[in-house]
């Protein structure tokens, strides 16, 4: 019998986020990862021209793509050029301290997350085999009572992206996540980044099992169809 790990052994994992998966904020946690390529950049606007160029460079030279997403806040003092530009997607790649307090209100909140919702639309419309990880939405709205607009919080939004979701309700629960960051804005430590490696060997497993499936399927066909040929074809010409 094969072992979850023999499926999991040479298959590939590009990662898309925040700081959480930055170098400087790992350190020695980068070991947790094989096979993984993380791209973090501190305080990453979702709708960052980075985040589709970097879908887009490697959608096809990886096993998975996974879009770790950021804060729906990220970049809000940028706000005026978000209202004021017809782009979907803009030439901002973040840096750390890119959001403002005073800046943090209703109108702005909503402005942000439907700038996020259509960026996260377009690059799952456009690339569907993308799995998406809301880290840091569940640690605002499922750990901490967020004034984000229900709409955009991590139930809501998962029922919005099931096909998509990296669900982490499926691996932990809210009170048991507590123990897997550092801090408030959700940063993992030791036992969240294992937690993450959890979830991406969980998802490379299945997609195993799907492509082996799949193989098996064409496999038979292939065999049914040789057999018609050698054995029905010639009785049918005779006749």
């Keep these: 019998m094969c072992k979850k790990n023999d499926f999991i052994i040479n298959m590939t994992t590009f990662i898309i986020g925040p700081s959480h998966i930055h170098d400087e904020c790992m350190g020695a946690y980068l070991n947790i990862f094989t096979n993984t390529t993380l791209d973090g950049n501190q305080g990453r606007p979702n709708w960052s021209n980075s985040v589709l160029k970097l879908v887009s460079d490697n959608y096809h030279n990886y096993d998975q793509i996974i879009w770790m997403v950021s804060d729906f806040r990220f970049g809000n003092i940028w706000i005026d050029e ?31 997350c439907d700038k ?19 880290w840091c939405l569940y640690a605002r709205s499922k750990i901490r009572t967020s004034n984000l607009p229900k709409e955009f919080h991590y139930d809501q939004i998962k029922k919005r992206y099931n096909k998509n979701i ?7 629960s809210p009170e048991e996540f507590k123990s897997c960051i550092k801090d408030s804005g959700g940063h993992p430590n030791k036992k969240g980044y294992e937690l993450l490696k959890k979830m991406i060997n969980t ?32 009785t049918e010409i005779i006749k």
């Design 166 to 172: 990296l669900d982490i309700d499926k691996f932990t």
């Design 82 to 112: 978000i209202k004021s530009s017809k782009k979907l997607f803009l030439n901002k790649c973040g840096y750390p301290r890119n959001m403002s307090r005073s800046l943090i209100n209703k109108k702005n909140d909503k402005i942000l």
């Design 203 to 234: 998802e490379i497993f299945k997609n195993k099992i799907k492509r082996t499936f799949i193989l098996f399927i064409v496999l038979i066909l292939y065999i049914l169809c040789m057999l018609i040929y050698f054995f029905v074809v010639p």
């Design 116 to 134: 996020s919702i259509k960026c996260i639309d377009y690059i799952k419309l456009k690339y569907p085999k993308i799995k998406l990880l809301f």
